[in-house]
C-alpha cells in the first residue's frame, strides 16, 4: 500500500508473509500487465494462456486450495493477491477467480479423487484453463430455474442446453457444466473437445473487454458415468463455489478502487488551473477525502471477512455484505476520479474509465447488487424476497 492512501496503517494488521505474497503479486502485474493492459483491453484480445501460465508459475491459480499442486495459502493471502490483480483490470483478476474459485474449487470440493489428479495439477500450472457454466440465455439471477438438462443414457449421461455469458469459454480445456437431472442440480466436467461441445466469443462487450467471454452449446453431449461430480448435490453445489469466488471479488474492487484514486491523486496534485493544483481546491480535497475513506472501510471489511475465512467462520451472506457494498463503493470511486481527470478522465492513456466500465461488469456477475441486498435482506427479516 502507498503509505498517502493507507490511512488506518491496515499495513501492520498484515503478517510479514502476507505483505511478500501481495508484493510478488504486485510486482508481476507492474512488470506483466501494467504495460499492456490498456491495449488489451482497447483491442477486445487479451493472451489469457500466457498470463495463466506465468500465473500458475507463481501459484495464484487455486492458491488458496490444498494439494494437487496448489499453494494451501490464506484466505487473506489470495485477497491480497485479488486486490493486486485487480488493480491492473478486472478481467485479469476473473481470469484467476474462474479458474483457481470456481472451476477448481468445484473440482476440488466435489469431484471424485480421479476427476482432481486428472485436472487440478495442470489447471494449477496454468496448462489448463478452466470456465464455470451456470448462468443462461434466460436464466440468470435465478439458476434454479436452469433448462439445461442431463439425461441418463444405460451409463451415459447426455447433456443438451446451452450457457450464456461465460468468462474463459472460448479459450478453456474443460468446463464445470451444472444441468438438471431427474434428482435435481448436479455438476458435470466436460472436456471442451467432447462431440457436440461449442463455445462461441461474445464480442461488442463495453466492459471487461481484456477477458474472454463466451457461449457454450450443449448439442446431446455424450459423457461418461464419471463424468459427474459425484459429492455436488442439488444447487447449493454450485452456490457455495460462488461464495468462493465473491470473497475474491470483495478484495479485488477495491484494488480497482485504489488504483482509480493512486491516479486521481497523482494526477490531482500536478495538475494545475486556475494557477493552482486540483488538489489544493476544497471541492477536490472533499472529493478525495470521501473516496479514501470509502476505499479504507472497504478494505477493513475485505481484511475482517479473510480473518473470518481463515478461521472457517465466514458465512455466504458475510461474503454478500462485503461484494455489495465494496463493489458499489469502489464503482461510485471510479466514477468520481473520472470527474477530476476532466477530459482525460475518458482516455484509454488513464486506467480510470476502464476500471469503471470493468465494475459495471463486475456489479452484475456473481450476484447483482440487488441479489446481495435481497440476501442480506433475508438475513435481517427471515422473509425471501426473491420471488
Ligand atoms: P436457495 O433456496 O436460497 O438456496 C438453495 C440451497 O443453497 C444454499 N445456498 C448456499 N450455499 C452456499 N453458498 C451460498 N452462497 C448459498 N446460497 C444458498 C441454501 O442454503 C440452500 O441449501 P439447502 O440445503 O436448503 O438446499 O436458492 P434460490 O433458488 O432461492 O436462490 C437464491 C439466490 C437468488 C441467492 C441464488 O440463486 C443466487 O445467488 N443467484 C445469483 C446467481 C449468480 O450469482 N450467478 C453467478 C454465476 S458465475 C459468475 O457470474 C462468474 S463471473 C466471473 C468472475 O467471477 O470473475
Ligand atoms: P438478470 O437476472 O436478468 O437480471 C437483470 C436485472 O434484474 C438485474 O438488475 C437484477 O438485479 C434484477 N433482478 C433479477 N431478479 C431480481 C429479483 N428477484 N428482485 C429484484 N431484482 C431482480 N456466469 C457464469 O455462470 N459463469 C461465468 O463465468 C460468468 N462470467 C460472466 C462474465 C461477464 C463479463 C458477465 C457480464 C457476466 C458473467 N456471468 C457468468 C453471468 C452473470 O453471473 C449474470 O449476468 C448475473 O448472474 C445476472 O444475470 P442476468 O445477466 O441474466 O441478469
Not at 495464484?60 to 486486490?83: E, K, R
Not at 488493480?87 to 481470469?95: E, H, I, N, P, Y
Not at 494545475?272 to 481546491?281: D, E, H, I, M, N
Not at 477493513?300 to 454478500?320: F, K, Y
Amino acid at each position: 500500500m502507498t503509505a498517502p492512501l493507507d490511512l488506518l496503517d491496515l499495513d501492520s494488521s498484515l503478517s510479514e508473509e502476507e505483505r511478500q505474497i501481495r508484493d510478488v503479486v504486485r510486482q508481476l502485474v507492474d512488470d506483466r500487465v501494467r504495460p499492456h493492459v490498456a491495449d488489451w483491453y482497447e483491442d477486445g484480445r487479451v493472451p489469457a494462456r500466457e498470463l495463466a501460465r506465468e500465473f500458475g508459475k507463481l501459484g495464484l491459480l487455486g492458491m488458496h486450495l490444498t494439494g494437487y499442486g496448489c499453494a494451501g495459502a490464506s484466505a487473506v493471502a489470495y485477497g491480497l493477491a485479488c486486490q493486486e490483480l485487480e488493480a491492473s483490470d478486472s478481467g485479469v483478476r476473473s481470469l484467476v477467480s474462474v479458474q483457481g474459485s470456481l472451476a477448481m474449487y468445484a473440482i476440488w470440493r466435489y469431484g471424485s479423487e480421479e476427476q482432481k489428479q486428472r485436472w487440478l495439477p495442470s489447471m494449477a500450472t496454468g496448462e489448463a484453463i478452466g470456465c464455470f457454466g451456470l448462468t443462461e440465455p434466460d436464466h440468470g439471477s435465478d439458476p434454479a430455474s436452469m433448462t439445461t438438462r442431463a439425461r441418463r443414457d444405460g451409463d451415459d449421461w447426455v447433456l443438451t442446453g446451452g450457457k450464456m455469458w461465460i468468462t474463459n469459454a472460448p479459450i478453456a480445456d474443460v468446463a464445470v457444466i451444472w444441468a438438471r437431472t431427474d434428482e435435481g442440480v448436479r455438476g458435470f466436467v466436460v472436456p471442451m473437445d467432447t462431440p457436440g461441445v461449442t463455445a462461441r466469443e461474445i464480442r461488442r462487450k463495453m466492459s471487461l473487454r481484456a477477458s474472454v467471454t463466451g457461449e457454450i452449446v450443449l448439442d446431446d453431449v455424450r459423457l461418461p458415468a464419471d463424468a459427474r461430480l459425484p459429492e455436488a448435490v442439488g444447487l447449493k453445489a454450485p452456490l457455495s463455489c460462488l461464495t468462493e469466488a465473491r470473497y475474491g471479488i470483495v478484495w479485488g474492487a477495491v484494488g480497482a478502487a485504489r488504483d482509480c484514486l493512486e491516479t486521481t491523486l497523482a494526477y490531482a496534485t500536478t495538475r494545475t488551473q486556475f494557477g493552482r493544483p486540483l488538489a489544493g481546491f476544497q471541492l477536490t480535497q472533499a472529493k478525495l477525502a470521501d473516496m479514501a475513506v470509502e476505499l479504507v472501510k472497504g478494505q477493513l471489511l475485505a481484511l475482517h471477512l479473510g480473518r473470518l475465512a481463515d478461521a472457517h467462520r465466514l458465512r455466504p451472506e458475510q461474503v454478500s455484505v462485503g461484494k455489495l457494498n465494496n463493489v458499489r463503493e469502489a464503482l461510485g470511486i471510479a466514477r468520481q476520479c473520472r470527474t477530476i481527470l476532466g477530459a482525460n478522465g475518458v482516455s484509454g492513456e488513464y486506467p480510470v474509465l476502464r476500471h469503471a466500465n470493468n465494475l459495471e461488469s463486475v456489479l452484475t456477475y456473481e450476484g447483482t447488487s440487488e441479489i446481495h441486498q435481497l440476501i442480506v435482506g433475508q438475513r435481517l427479516t427471515g422473509l425471501s424476497a426473491f420471488a
